[in-house]
C-alpha cells in the first residue's frame, strides 16, 4: 500500500513538472481570416438566398441542421433554385448539439453564402461564419446592406500580437456583389 502511494505521488510530481517544462512551448492558435478573394477561390457556389425553413437531422451518429433556401441569384455556379444547405448541431427533440461558430438561420433571414461540397455530397458553408453575410434593410430607404457572421466573434490574441480583422461589416449590398465578381474575374484570369 504504501508503495502504491508513493508510486503514485512520484508520477504525479513527474507529470506536473513535464507539465511546468513545456508550458513555454505552448502558443495560443490564431487563425487568419481568410480575404475575399481567398473565398471566391474556395467556393464552388455563391449564391444570395433566403431561408424557407430548417430540419434537424441526425446523420453518422451526429445532429445536422438542413436548412432550405430559396436562391435569388446565383453569382458563382450554377445551383437550383432551391437548395438545402447541411449545418453540424442544432437541436433534434429534447438534444441540443451547439458548434461554436455554425451558422444558424431563421425563416425568412436572408443572405449571401459561399458553399462547398461536404464530404458526402452535400452542401455546406465555406469556411462557416466567414462564408455566411446576413443581409439587412435599410429601414428609411430599403437598401440591402451585409455583415460577415465573422464579424461579430471576438478576438483572444496574445499581448503583444496584433492581429488584422477584415471581417465586413454593414457594407451596401452593391459594394459586396462588385468585390466579389472582381474576385471571380481575378480567379479567371489565372487560370
Request: net charge neutral; aromatic share 6%.
Amino acid at each position: 500500500m504504501i508503495m502504491r502511494t508513493l508510486d503514485a505521488s512520484i508520477c504525479a510530481g513527474l507529470c506536473g513538472l513535464l507539465v511546468i517544462l513545456l508550458a513555454p512551448l505552448t502558443r495560443a492558435t490564431t487563425l487568419a481570416q481568410l480575404s475575399l478573394q481567398q473565398l471566391a477561390d474556395s467556393a464552388h457556389a455563391i449564391v444570395r438566398a433566403k431561408a424557407i425553413s430548417h430540419l434537424p437531422v441526425w446523420h453518422h451518429g451526429e445532429i445536422w441542421t438542413i436548412t432550405t433556401f430559396h436562391v435569388e441569384e446565383n453569382w458563382k455556379g450554377q445551383l437550383s433554385r432551391e437548395i438545402q444547405v447541411w449545418m453540424i448541431g442544432g437541436q433534434a427533440g429534447r438534444i441540443t448539439s451547439y458548434v461554436a461558430g455554425a451558422p444558424r438561420f431563421r425563416p425568412g433571414e436572408e443572405a449571401v453564402l459561399f458553399l462547398e461540397p461536404t464530404r458526402d455530397g452535400e452542401i455546406s458553408i465555406t469556411a462557416w461564419g466567414e462564408g455566411t453575410f446576413r443581409i439587412t434593410h435599410d429601414a428609411r430607404t430599403g437598401e440591402a446592406h451585409v455583415t460577415q457572421d465573422s464579424a461579430a466573434v471576438p478576438e483572444f490574441a496574445p499581448a503583444g500580437y496584433e492581429a488584422r480583422r477584415n471581417a465586413i461589416r454593414d457594407w451596401p449590398m452593391a459594394k459586396l456583389k462588385e468585390r466579389v465578381m472582381q474576385a471571380l474575374a481575378a480567379q479567371r484570369g489565372a487560370k
